[in-house]
């Protein structure tokens, strides 16, 4: 019914920068939050960011100040702008978005990217 395409994922050295985007298709008729979490090998998921359908932002303490969440709301688009990246930052990045279809209110999920920073 919806599906999310992630990309933007890689290899990068400590202190590069990536973009990772995530965009939402299918029988939507409203996308509402969206964003980004992350699992590390041996760690449980963890919240990154988040952006509400009217730009409200959350980050997570470990990313602020170096990463910035956006949207598109014309593109049903989310981006996570990755900068000064460390390997602590190494993860499967994966997108969550609550959309409003057919069926109500739902969340759907990526199947997520993977980030890889070299020291």
């Known amino acids: 019914q919806v599906q999310l395409v992630e990309s933007g994922g890689g290899l990068v050295q400590a202190g590069g920068s990536l973009r990772l985007s995530c965009a939402a298709s299918?029988?939507?008729?409203?996308?509402?939050?969206m964003g980004w979490y992350r699992q590390a090998p041996g760690k449980q998921r963890e919240l990154v960011a988040t952006?509400?359908?009217?730009?409200?932002?959350n980050y997570a303490d470990s990313v602020k100040g170096r990463f910035t969440i956006s949207r598109d709301n014309a593109k049903n688009t989310v981006y996570l702008q990755m900068n000064s990246l460390k390997p602590e930052d190494t993860a499967v990045y994966i997108c969550?978005?609550?959309?409003?279809?057919?069926?109500?209110?739902?969340?759907?999920w990526g199947q997520g990217t993977q980030v890889t920073v070299s020291s």
């Open positions: 969550k978005c609550n959309v409003r279809g057919f069926l109500g209110k739902a969340d759907y």
């Open positions: 299918g029988s939507i008729f409203s996308v509402n939050a």
């Open positions: 952006i509400t359908s009217g730009g409200s932002t």
